[in-house]
């Protein structure tokens, strides 16, 4: 059986809050990453999907060990990397590479793209200069860039051709994992898909494992094998795509769906998006971390916390009706219930009941 190039389990990020002038208190602990756990397959695509503070960003840096995760244990290729040392990290790090949201400010602007794109071989001891200036043109080539482009400097370029400039100096040391943090929200719509395509040729023929980050669904739905949809510093909902995008069983997920724009008018729901605001990681709701925010929230929800439970092979959710939400339910407006989730939800209450008494 193969094994995973990437393993987080159980990692947890914790920013102490601290209060005071003179003398700083501890007042609180952001929760950012809470228990996230997952494993990314050689050549696999795995995206990681939620809104602005859910951690995201915080779990991909934690990968790749950028930032120290509080508890929990990170694998890659097998090989526990919680406590690398800094040297060994050095070494890894050319195996894993990141590709960043923003292109205008990701790349320093007193390079020249030859630089820029060379870096990380010089960090990394590669090659001598001659040989680093033929595989920079052999990139840049790759990325669809024309070699003239090397002595060129960032600002000359577009969002997309920068975004390019990027990805170019992330394959320049033959990495075997990519995080992508965000690669293309920055971009205008009709770049985004090029830049996407380009991420998927490169994959193919390079055989490269992504971890791939981003706000919304509709943008991973055509990169991605499998998707983690995060809430509130943990994984709400994990299954490869198909399973996901056809039948969620997370609320937040099938909110998140709804959300995102569908370009076949017939398959577009009434359903709004989520209201509310998003609760604070300094202090996250009781129970489950959605019920706040859930229509379909009943009083269990309020002070148990779900399990991310398998639900079908490889498809998990935490959620405690996972099993009992209709893959077709969308909330409608907010208010009221499928009538199918209702009558499970009352069959629900009566064996509650049912068992209550028995227990008396
Ligand atoms: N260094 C830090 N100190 C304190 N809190 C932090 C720090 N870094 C992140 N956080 C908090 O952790 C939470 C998760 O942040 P993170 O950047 O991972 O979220 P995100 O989902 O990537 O959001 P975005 O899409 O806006 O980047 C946020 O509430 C953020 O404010």
Redesign the pocket.
Known sequence: MTKPLLELEDIRKL?PVKKGLIIQKEVGT?R??DGVSFQLMPGETLAVV??????????ARLAMRLIEPTSGTIRYDGQDITKATRQDMRRLRRDMQIIFQDPYSSLNPRMTVEEIIAEPMVVHNVGDRASRRDRVRELLRLVDLAPYHADRYPHEFSGGQRQRIGIARALSVSPRLIVCD?PVSALDVSIQAQIVNLLKDLQKEFGLTYLF?S?GLAVVKHVSDRVAV?YL?QIVEIADKKNLYDNPRHPYTQALLAAAPEPDPSRRTAMKSLGGDLPS?LNPPSGCRFHTRCPLAQERCRSEVPALREIEPGHRAACHFAESVPSFTRFRNGEGIHPRLQERLALYARHKAALASVNA
């Open positions: 920013y952001v950012a990453v939620g809104e602005s503070g859910c951690g995201k960003s915080t779990t965000e980050i706000h995060m510093g990681p």
